[in-house]
């Protein structure tokens, strides 16, 4: 597979390079592998730190829709990608409330 990499230019600064790698290489996906990945990493650190799944799940709900926002306003991320998240966020908060 042959790219075409002379789209891709520097001359704009650090955010156009990053564009332009997120929709000449990765087709649009760049923030998605991103939010994804880090949401992994926090997930997995967050329940080997405290051993407990939902304060992991409210952890990492929580991350995905704080970092949807900045990838959204880059450029990165859909803004399906907000939405996903924010009911992410809802679900997460709803079924790990405490019914006292």
């Known amino acids: ?9 520097s001359s704009g600064g650090m955010v156009t390079f990053i ?6 290489l990765l ?9 994804i990945g880090i949401c992994v990493v926090l997930f997995t650190s967050t329940i ?5 799944p939902k304060k ?3 952890v990492t709900s929580f991350g ?15 803004s399906l990608g907000i939405y996903l ?4 966020l809802a679900i997460t908060l709803a079924a790990t409330r405490n019914k006292d």
């Not at 564009?19 to 000449?24: A, D, K, L, P, R």
């Open 19 to 24: 564009q332009g790698i997120n929709s000449v």
């Open 85 to 88: 998240s924010l009911v992410l």
């Open 27 to 35: 087709n649009g996906w760049m923030g998605a592998m991103l939010l």
């Open 48 to 52: 080997f730190t405290t051993n407990d």
């Open 56 to 58: 992991a799940m409210i």
């Open 1 to 9: 597979m042959v790219y075409n990499m002379s789209s891709i230019n």
């Open 64 to 78: 995905a829709f704080s970092l949807s926002l900045p990838l959204v306003g880059l450029g990165l991320l859909s």
